[in-house]
Each structure stands twice: as structure tokens, then as C-alpha cells.
């Protein structure tokens, strides 16, 4: 299948590289090898098999899959996706897949492998390393486009998974939603154009500082650790024991335990326990729920008890949390600003 869109616009006889799909499952085209992938989910859970290990993923989500990956679901439950095909020549004439594979860009891509480096330092680092530009002003406009496609390229890894809080999943829906319409609509001759804008928005966007720490990079060897991982993300809401944990995959404590102290040097229940502070300062961080109702969302029905775990693990209080993040986003917006003008 041709992942292309044809304009249906009298007078308009092109295409675009990109294309539009929403069902029930996963794509059948996912493996194609002439596009990159970005897939929104709302709801459900995963299990991907990544090069002999295991990746269990909660939604909501957005996932980023280059052309080189294999991608296999191993099992998924209640999962619904929104699909957006696109070549990187939307992005820049010049980045052919054959192109950006043959290493003719490596000097641009290499240079943002690091994916704890501001943009501000990615460019020094390039200047640093000794890369002189022919055209200067070409080269760098070269490098700034390529940072939109580093998910596409991050070390070792072929697929990028984030979490999304529910704001989050709203804003990257409309996208999806916006560029669902110009697809399927073409309302007049500038389809095209607002297309690759909102393409642009969704990769300028998760590049951003912000969906650092959102990434789901926890790959397990053990299957039954991923499957158990994946009934934690799937009920961590819920009041989960280690009792409903055994009855529901037919195993004993110490079965559960050893695979668990094998894999990720903790139990099954501390690993719940961090699952849960580690999504409690995510929302603490850029939701808008309040300590009550994250506390709730979270798994943890008393605050009280929930501020004493969550002050175990952080040494803060919620409130004290939130407090210090909202200090150093406002002093790195600061910063942005400063470094812009």
C-alpha cells in the first residue's frame, strides 16, 4: 500500500508523503520501510517485543517509530489508534530516508544523540566538534531541522515511547484530529501546507525539554515481569495487593518476587510503589488535578498515607514538590527567554 494522500482538488494534480489511519488495533503498516510513524493512544495497554526483550506500555501515550524498526506487539488489550504516516522530506527536501540512512546527515544527528543537552548546547557541541560549515547559514537552518526528527533517532533504540498525562493527550488528539481533516477533507488549495504545520507542531513539541522525563524506556527479559508491569499500569488506579497480583497470574510470592528482585532489584510491590510516586510527580509537575485527586488517581485513597510515601521516596512533601518544579520551570522559561534574545 502507498502511505501517500492524493490531492482531490480540482486543478491540484499532487500528493503528499503522508497519511491518515484510525481503528481498533495497531496499523498493519507499522514496519513500513518508506515512513516514519507517530501513534496516539488514548486507552489500553501493550506488551512490544524489542530485540529479545520486553517493553509494556500504558496510555495514554505517543509512540515514534523510524523506518529501520521492527515492530511487535506481543499482546495488547482494549488498545485504539491514530496513526500519522509521514516521509521526512516533509520536513526538508534533502531528508530522503536514503539520504538520512546513508550517513550524509550523521555530522547533524550525532550531534543531538544526547538527549540531555538543551538545543542551545546541542549547537555548541556541533561547533565544538570541529564542524565547519560551508554555508553557514544553510547548515545551520540543516541542523535545526534535523532536531525535529531526533525521537526518530535516539541511541540504540528504533521506537520512542511517551507517557501522557490526560491534558497532554487532549492537545496531541487535536493535532491528530486537525491533520485527520485536511487529509480526508482537502477544504481548499492550502491543505498541504497546514499539513506539514501541524506535522511540524507534533515533533517541535515532543523535542521540547518538557516530555524529557515522559519517556517509557523500561525493557524487561523476563516476560511475565513485563506482563505483571502491564496489569500494574493497566490498575494502578486501583487498590492493588499482592494477593490480586498472585491470584491474577496463578503464581506464588516468591516466584513473583524472585523474577521481579532478578529484573529491576526490587519487589513487585515496591516497583508498584515507585510506579506510582513516579506518575504522582508527573502530575504534580504539569497537571492540573489537585494533591487530593492525584493522590486518588494514583492508587492511594488517604492523602495522608500518600504524602507519607510519596516523602519517603522524594525526601518533599507533595505540596513541596510541586512547589520546587513550578520554581525551576519558571527559572528555565527565564532562561529560554534570555538565551532567544
Given at each position: 500500500?502507498?502511505?501517500?494522500?492524493?490531492?482531490?482538488?480540482?486543478?491540484m494534480?499532487?500528493?503528499?508523503?503522508?497519511?491518515?489511519?484510525?481503528?481498533?488495533?495497531?496499523?498493519?503498516?507499522?514496519?513500513?520501510?518508506?515512513?516514519?510513524?507517530?501513534?496516539?493512544?488514548?486507552?489500553?495497554?501493550?506488551?512490544?517485543?524489542?530485540?529479545?526483550?520486553?517493553?509494556?506500555?500504558?496510555?495514554?501515550?505517543?509512540?515514534?517509530?523510524?523506518?529501520?524498526?521492527?515492530?511487535?506487539?506481543?499482546?495488547?488489550?482494549?488498545?485504539?489508534?491514530?496513526?500519522?504516516?509521514?516521509?521526512?522530506?516533509?520536513?526538508?527536501?534533502?531528508?530522503?530516508?536514503?539520504?538520512?540512512?546513508?550517513?550524509?546527515?550523521?555530522?547533524?544527528?550525532?550531534a543531538?544523540?544526547?538527549?540531555?543537552?538543551?538545543?542551545?548546547?546541542?549547537?555548541?557541541?556541533?561547533?565544538?566538534?570541529?564542524?565547519?560549515?560551508?554555508?553557514?547559514?544553510?547548515?545551520?537552518?540543516?541542523?535545526?531541522?534535523?532536531?525535529?526528527?531526533?525521537?526518530f533517532?535516539?541511541?540504540?533504540?528504533?521506537?520512542?515511547?511517551?507517557?501522557?498525562?490526560?491534558?497532554?493527550?487532549?492537545?496531541?488528539?487535536?493535532?491528530?484530529?486537525?491533520?485527520?481533516?485536511?487529509?480526508?477533507?482537502?477544504?481548499?488549495n492550502?491543505?498541504?501546507?497546514?499539513?506539514?504545520?501541524?506535522?511540524?507542531?507534533l515533533?517541535?513539541?515532543t523535542?521540547?525539554?518538557?516530555?524529557?522525563?515522559?519517556?517509557?524506556?523500561?525493557?524487561?527479559?523476563?516476560?511475565?515481569?513485563?506482563?505483571?508491569?502491564?496489569?500494574?499500569?493497566?490498575?494502578?488506579?486501583?487498590?492493588?495487593?499482592?494477593?490480586t497480583?498472585?491470584?491474577?497470574?496463578?503464581?506464588n510470592?516468591?516466584?513473583?518476587?524472585?523474577?521481579?528482585?532478578?529484573?529491576?532489584?526490587?519487589?513487585?510491590?515496591?516497583?508498584?510503589?515507585?510506579?506510582?510516586?513516579?506518575?504522582?510527580?508527573?502530575?504534580?509537575r504539569?497537571?492540573?488535578?489537585?494533591?487530593?485527586?492525584?493522590?486518588?488517581?494514583?492508587?492511594y485513597?488517604?492523602?495522608?498515607?500518600?504524602?507519607?510515601?510519596?516523602?519517603?521516596?522524594?525526601?518533599?512533601?507533595?505540596?513541596?514538590?510541586?512547589?520546587?518544579m513550578?520554581?525551576?520551570?519558571?527559572?528555565?522559561t527565564?532562561?529560554?527567554?534570555?538565551?532567544?534574545?
Open positions: 500500500m502507498e502511505l501517500t494522500t492524493k490531492s482531490k482538488r480540482p486543478g494534480n499532487c500528493s503528499l508523503d503522508v497519511f491518515y489511519e484510525q481503528k481498533d488495533g495497531f496499523s498493519d503498516y507499522l514496519n513500513d520501510k518508506t515512513t516514519y510513524k507517530m501513534i496516539l493512544l488514548r486507552s489500553g495497554s501493550f506488551i512490544v517485543e524489542d530485540r529479545g526483550k520486553y517493553i509494556s506500555i500504558g496510555t495514554p501515550a505517543l509512540i515514534f517509530i523510524n523506518d529501520k524498526a521492527e515492530f511487535k506487539v506481543v499482546s495488547e488489550n482494549d488498545i485504539k489508534t491514530r496513526t500519522v504516516y509521514f516521509s521526512p522530506t516533509v520536513i526538508r527536501d534533502e531528508f530522503t530516508i536514503e539520504a538520512l540512512n546513508s550517513g550524509k546527515y550523521d555530522r547533524f544527528l550525532n543531538i544523540d544526547d538527549s540531555d543537552m538543551t538545543q542551545n548546547e546541542k549547537m555548541e557541541k556541533l561547533i565544538n566538534d570541529d564542524i565547519r560549515f560551508e554555508d553557514d547559514f544553510s547548515n545551520e537552518m540543516i541542523y535545526q531541522d534535523a532536531l525535529y526528527l531526533q525521537q533517532f535516539m541511541k540504540d533504540r528504533d521506537i520512542g515511547y511517551f507517557n501522557l498525562t490526560l491534558q497532554e493527550y487532549n492537545w496531541f488528539m487535536r493535532v491528530f484530529i486537525s491533520i485527520e481533516y485536511e487529509v480526508k477533507e482537502q477544504p481548499d492550502f491543505w498541504i501546507m497546514r499539513i506539514r504545520y501541524f506535522i511540524l507542531q515533533l517541535f513539541t523535542s521540547a525539554d518538557f516530555y524529557r522525563n515522559n519517556r517509557q524506556d523500561d525493557i524487561y527479559k523476563d516476560p511475565l515481569v513485563a506482563r505483571v508491569t502491564r496489569y500494574l499500569w493497566d490498575n494502578i488506579y486501583e487498590d492493588i495487593t499482592m494477593d497480583v498472585l491470584k491474577e497470574f496463578s503464581i510470592k516468591n516466584t513473583l518476587n524472585d523474577a521481579f528482585n532478578k529484573e529491576v532489584s526490587m519487589s513487585c510491590m515496591t516497583y508498584l510503589e515507585q510506579m506510582r510516586i513516579n506518575l504522582a510527580k508527573h502530575e504534580l504539569f497537571g492540573t488535578h489537585t494533591i487530593s485527586e492525584i493522590s486518588d488517581g494514583c492508587g485513597r488517604e492523602t495522608n498515607y500518600f504524602t507519607k510515601v510519596f516523602k519517603k521516596y522524594t525526601g518533599m512533601t507533595p505540596s513541596e514538590y510541586q512547589k520546587q513550578k520554581s525551576l520551570d519558571d527559572l528555565r527565564k532562561e529560554r527567554t534570555f538565551d532567544e534574545d
